[in-house]
Every structure is written in structure tokens, then in C-alpha cells.
């Protein structure tokens, strides 16, 4: 527990150092920022006002590891602007993070998954009422390749050709299915060898629950964090992936979008068209994945719509929730609570995580942001 | 000095004038008993625990693994492909590693003029203390590139044989592992062995020149039969090292769970070791026990190796000298 906190705290400072030198190089960037978010802004400083010096003491979280480095940014964001709040984040993985909110022992919580019916029951009884759930961390998931001389130019894929190729049934780079979604493009010819990752990881999960929706009669495995296909290439963490591909000409895999670097990313089909990554896009299929079935003002709950035909969305996403409650005990925690989050949904906040050297997320679309804004108010002590 | 002093001790025993010395005798008898006895608790209680946190796993049935995504069917079903290619990876470090390391410790012993033959011994000892995740990236970055055009060629000539068929690059295959096992366990043969090809009887090799031999004969007629149960050793040593080593394998193979022999495809083996790495940062409950029961397993599979190579070097002991 100690050397958790060592460590993170040793993060927060190395994110903070990092935060000052970025803001003392780039002065340009932070002014146009708070140009920027003048309207809004405003609203935030009167809400800073009404809350004032009270923003101070302790509130933890806890739960998704895949929002650990976001949180991170996020917390030393937060107390460099209220030098008298603690937070704290223990990355304990979302179903203990799950437990640990609905039993009380941690404030908020992060989790990949929403809270099924039996836990929002149990939630909302801890709460008192009213569960706020918010999609504020988007990290899309890139599907990249190396051939070196394509490397510059996005190839298309449809979801189904992407499915055929993780599937191995579709084996050369001038297959004709590759070569009539690009047309512009001269494609050698090369054997793809896909390249998954050999861990349990929810970027597989993700990867796989859209092969799974996109192209249900190519990809016929369940979704699952361990990839299903056996005798593949594949390597340990995001790192060891991305050192296979980077080790042969024609392969293929799928990363956080942040470590993308030098290889080429694929154009994935959503209807008619060819989306590359990009973080709007990846925004955008939150925005347009309808509400879940038991989603409120303030269960902000998403089916992520992974075969959207909508222009302009990136479907690879993965999508991790803020839980928290709409009545706390103390009034400590209800201020702490709503700042923290608040800042979190903030332009500021979600431009922060952005930074590929924090997560490399996508920053949450506007409209988001107002329906986010419109659940965290609602928190109050009583 | 000290040797012939031990009757005086006896019969002045009490009068204190020896008592510094009888202090060191019995402060070294204590530390060294000591160690001795802790090296045995020591074992014991890696043995406990093992069998302690890998018993749930060890009685659960295929069922209480449903949960578990790494695990089809019960905990025998896949620790058995593990354990093949674990033993896959450690022999064929070993089919490399061996004439590598009779050569080397040859040359040093017999061959090499007496201060090439001391600088070489250091270097291959300095080789022991590079650390494996050094030889694992070495291995994946630098080796591996090396072998893909071997490889290659082996496939499209002689993928006719079962063992070389359909190579894909990258060669992130259980020989790749296997290769760069081998010159991890090399320094630890070569020592063992020049050490006992050292001890040969200068009487044997001189008996064997006089009768007209060359050199290469005297080292066949007296020197490797001599050092017969020396390299057999040498052997199980390096092969005890072999099959524990973990995060060489983790960064140079691609993990599969398969029982083949096809020597250059990716994704068919994997180590138990390596895998337990792999598994182990997101697991919780029964998949923690089963790690640690593969863990048992390899830990019983070694202590046999070591159990075989005692008792055939004990068998031979009598035929040679080497002990």
C-alpha cells in the first residue's frame, strides 16, 4: 500500500514536472485553452467560487487499470489547482473497483463495464438514490501495420476484411478484398501475418467484441480478453506487440492508438466509407451508440455501437466509466467528488489525458461533456 | 598448522589459554552448520510452499477452471503442453549447447597456449552473468534476424520433413528460444567440463602419445572417456538451467499451446516458466494456484533431472577418476 502510494506519488510528480515544462514551452497552446473555454469556463470559476477554499480533504477511488495513467494526469491536474484536496486512484482492476463503491469503501470508481442491474441496485441503495455513470475515459484502438512503403497512407479495411485476416483466411496483401477497398493504392504482394497480444488484456477484449459485432459471420469466436486464435504470432504487453510487428515486413496487429508511432493504421469501413483514426472520431461513436437500456440523466450508460454505419465514427474503442454517487454522507466528499469529476470532464481535463505521453486518449465530444456536467451537478450531501 | 594442535586442545581444555582459537572453531562449526541446514529449510519451504498454494488447484476439476481464460479443461490438459514445450525448448539447447561447449572446453584445456587459454576462460564465466532479459532482447533483436534467412531456407528446401514445415517470419519460434537458451547455458557446461578434462591423468595422455597417437586420438583414447560422467554432468546442469529460464522465452517466442514437433512455426509452444510471467500480473484466485501448480510441476521436473544426473555420474564413478 505504502509503495503504491511511493510510486504513484512519484508519478504525480514526474506528470506535474512534465505539465510546468509543457506549459512553459508551449505558452501559445495554454492561452489559446483558456480562450478558448471562456464560456464555460466562467461557469466553472463561479462553481470554484461557491465551493471556494472548501475544496480540500481526502476522497478515493478505485478500479479500471486502463484508465491508471489518464487518473494519474487527471489527480495531478486536480490538486495543482486545490493544493488542499487529496484524491487517490488504486488502479485495482473494475470489478473490485465495482465492489468497492457499492460497499462503501471508495468514493468513486472506475470501470470498463457498466453496473449491471443487481449492482446498480445495490449502487443506488448505497448512494441513496441516484448513480451517476459517465464515459469519460475513450481510448481508441488502432489497427496498424508495417509495410514500409505504405506506411504514410491509411489502407482500407472493412470490418469483415479485417476479421478474414485475424481469422488467418485471408492471407496475402493483394488479396482481391484489400485491393477493391483500395483502388489507389498499389499493394504488394506480401503475406499478412497477423499479431496479437499473448497476455489477458482488455484492449483484446475490446479488439474482439468488435470483430464480433462488426463481422459476425467472418469472426465466429466470443469476445474475449485472451485471443482466441491459436498458432498465431503474438507478443507481452502493448510493447512486445508492437516490437513483432516492427520485426517483419506484412504483419498486422492492433495497439493502443497512442502507440502508433511510425507504422501505418488502417482505415477502417463504417458503412459506405473509410475512417481513420482519429480522436473526434473515436468521440463520435460514443455520441452516436444509443443509451443503454437502463441509462437515466445521470446513468450515462452506452451500448458502444461497434457496427455503426454513422460517417465519421471510429468503432475500435475502448470505453471506461466513472461511477460515483448523486448523495454522500458528508459534504466533503459530495464537493471533492463533483470538483474532481467536473475536472475531469473538463476540456482541460479530457485535453490533458489527451497528451500522448499521459494516455493518449480522445477527448469527449461537447455534447457529452453537457449531459456529463448536467449528472455531476445533481451531487449533493444530505 | 591447526591440524596437529587438536590433542593439546583436549587436554588443556578448560584452562583458556587456547580459547581464541576454540572460539573460532566454534563460531565457524555454528555458521557453517548453519548454512548447511538452511540451504535444506530452504528447499523445504519452497517445496511447502508450492504444494500449499498449488493445492486448491490441484484437487479443483475442470469446472472451478471455467473462469479462468487461460485454462481449457482441467489443470493435466494444459500444463501438458507446457511441460512438452519446456522440455522441447531445454533439448534443443542442449543438442546445441553440448559439442559448442566439448569444443570449447577442448580447446582450453588441450589446445589453446596457456594464457589464450586463461583469458577465454573468463570471458565464457563473464557470459554466465549476463542477465537473461539482456539475452532475451539480444536474442529478438539481434539473433533472430540473423537465423530468419537459415530458417527460411530450411523450410522451402526441407519442408518436405515434418520438423521444417511452413516457417513464417518472424521467427519467433520455439528453435529461435531454444538457440538462445543454448548460449545461455553454455558458460555453465563449458566450466564444469574443462574443469574435468583438466583433472585428466597426465599419465594417460602421456601413455596415449607414446604409443604413436596425434593429438586428437590421445583426446579420444584418454581424455573424453575420462571426462565421460564430467560431461554428462555438465550436461544436466545446463539442462536444469534450461528449463527454468523465463524471460529469454518471454521476449523471443510467440506462445502457443500445442504438442507438435514443428521446429519453425510461431504460436505452437511455450515454457512453463514464461508463462507464468505472462499470466500472472492479471490473475487472481484459482488461475494464481494453477500458476503456482505449474510452477510445482516444473520444480519436481528439475529436481528429477538433477535426482538423474547424480545417479548416473554415482553409476560411472567407479570407471573414472572425475569426483
Excluded at chain 2, 588443556?12 to 566454534?26: D, H, I, K, M, Y
Excluded at chain 2, 484437487?59 to 522440455?87: C, M, Q, Y
Aim: hydrophobic share 45%.
Amino acid at each position: 500500500m505504502k509503495l503504491a502510494t511511493g510510486r504513484r506519488m512519484a508519478g504525480i510528480t514526474a506528470i506535474s514536472a512534465l505539465a510546468l515544462t509543457l506549459a512553459a514551452c508551449g505558452s501559445d497552446s495554454s492561452a489559446d485553452d483558456t480562450t478558448d473555454s471562456g464560456d464555460t469556463g466562467s461557469s466553472e470559476e463561479t462553481g470554484g467560487e461557491d465551493m471556494g477554499a472548501e475544496l480540500s480533504g481526502t476522497v478515493a477511488g478505485s478500479g479500471a487499470s486502463s484508465q491508471e495513467n489518464a487518473v494519474q494526469g487527471w489527480l495531478a491536474g486536480f490538486m495543482e489547482a486545490n493544493p488542499g484536496a487529496t484524491v487517490t486512484y488504486d488502479p485495482t482492476g473494475s470489478g473490485t473497483g465495482r465492489e468497492q463503491f457499492i460497499n462503501g469503501t471508495v468514493q468513486f470508481a472506475g470501470s470498463d463495464a457498466a453496473l449491471d442491474g443487481e449492482e446498480l441496485a445495490a449502487a443506488q441503495e448505497r448512494c441513496g438514490g441516484t448513480v451517476i455513470e459517465a464515459p469519460l475515459y475513450i481510448s481508441p484502438i488502432a489497427v496498424v501495420y508495417n509495410i514500409p512503403d505504405l506506411n504514410d497512407t491509411n489502407i482500407n479495411l472493412g470490418p469483415d476484411t479485417i476479421a478474414g485476416i485475424f481469422a488467418g483466411e485471408i492471407t496475402n496483401w493483394n488479396d482481391p478484398a484489400i485491393v477493391e477497398a483500395n483502388p489507389d493504392i498499389e499493394l504488394p504482394d506480401l503475406e499478412i501475418v497477423p499479431v496479437n497480444r499473448s497476455d489477458d488484456s482488455g484492449t483484446t477484449e475490446n479488439f474482439t467484441e468488435y470483430l464480433a459485432a462488426a463481422a459476425p459471420e467472418v469472426w465466429t469466436h466470443e469476445p474475449s480478453g485472451l485471443w482466441p486464435v491459436e498458432g498465431t504470432q503474438s507478443g507481452a504487453q502493448t510493447s512486445g506487440v508492437l516490437g513483432v510487428v516492427e520485426a517483419a515486413e506484412g504483419t498486422i496487429a492492433y495497439v493502443d492508438a497512442s502507440r502508433v508511432g511510425e507504422l501505418g493504421s488502417v482505415a477502417v469501413g463504417v458503412g459506405d466509407e473509410f475512417v481513420p483514426f482519429s480522436p473526434e472520431a473515436a468521440a463520435n461513436v460514443v455520441d452516436v451508440s444509443p443509451a443503454a437500456a437502463d441509462a437515466t440523466d445521470t446513468i450515462l450508460t452506452i451500448d458502444l455501437a461497434r457496427d455503426t454505419q454513422e460517417s465519421g465514427a471510429y468503432p475500435i474503442v475502448l470505453v471506461s466509466y466513472s461511477l460515483a454517487c448523486g448523495t454522500y454522507d458528508s459534504e466533503e466528499h459530495a464537493s471533492l467528488v463533483q470538483g474532481y469529476l467536473t475536472y475531469v470532464a473538463s476540456e482541460e481535463g479530457q485535453n490533458r489525458a489527451a497528451q500522448p505521453d499521459v494516455a493518449g486518449s480522445a477527448p469527449i465530444s461537447d455534447g457529452m461533456r453537457e449531459r456529463v456536467n448536467a449528472a455531476l451537478e445533481t451531487i449533493s450531501a444530505g | 598448522m591447526a591440524t596437529t594442535t587438536p590433542p593439546q586442545d583436549q587436554s588443556r581444555r578448560g584452562t583458556g589459554e587456547r580459547a581464541p582459537g576454540r572460539l573460532g572453531n566454534v563460531i565457524f562449526k555454528g555458521i557453517s552448520t548453519t548454512s548447511g541446514v538452511m540451504i535444506l529449510v530452504t528447499l523445504a519451504a519452497v517445496a511447502i510452499f508450492l504444494l500449499y498454494r498449488a493445492w486448491p488447484a490441484l484437487v479443483a476439476n475442470a469446472e472451478e477452471f471455467a473462469d479462468v481464460s487461460f485454462i481449457e479443461g482441467n489443470l493435466w490438459e494444459w500444463v501438458a503442453p507446457l511441460l512438452f514445450g519446456t522440455v522441447l525448448a531445454a533439448v534443443i539447447a542442449l543438442v546445441v549447447a553440448m559439442p559448442l561447449s566439448i569444443g570449447i572446453a577442448l580447446f582450453i584445456s588441450h589446445y589453446a597456449p596457456r594464457r589464450l587459454a586463461q583469458l577465454l576462460g573468463y570471458i565464457i564465466d563473464l557470459l554466465a552473468a549476463i542477465p537473461s532479459v539482456i539475452f532475451g532482447l539480444w536474442g529478438f533483436q539481434w539473433l533472430r534476424p540473423l537465423v530468419e534467412p537459415l530458417f527460411a531456407w530450411l523450410s522451402s528446401n526441407l519442408g518436405f520433413i515434418p520438423l521444417f514445415a511452413d516457417y513464417t517470419s518472424p521467427a519467433r519460434n520455439i528453435t529461435t528460444g531454444g538457440l538462445v537458451l543454448a548460449i545461455m547455458i553454455v558458460p555453465i557446461i563449458t566450466a564444469t567440463i574443462r574443469e574435468v578434462f583438466l583433472q585428466t591423468p597426465r599419465l594417460h595422455e602421456e601413455a596415449s602419445l607414446a604409443l604413436g597417437s596425434t593429438r586428437w586420438e590421445m583426446i579420444r583414447q584418454a581424455v573424453l572417456p575420462f571426462g565421460r560422467s564430467g560431461i554428462i554432468s555438465a550436461a544436466m546442469l545446463g539442462l536444469g538451467r534450461a528449463l527454468g529460464e523465463t524471460m529469454a522465452i518471454l521476449i523471443v517466442l510467440s506462445p502457443g499451446y500445442a504438442i507438435n514437433f514443428f521446429l519453425l512455426q510461431a504460436g505452437q509452444h511455450n515454457t512453463i516458466a514464461a508463462n507464468i510471467a505472462l499470466h500472472f500480473p492479471e490473475s487472481s484466485g484459482i488461475a494464481v494456484d494453477a500458476l503456482i501448480a505449474s510452477g510445482l510441476i516444473l520444480f519436481a521436473v528439475t529436481f528429477g533431472v538433477n535426482m538423474l544426473a547424480r545417479w548416473i555420474i554415482n553409476r560411472r564413478a567407479e570407471f573414472s577418476g572425475a569426483n
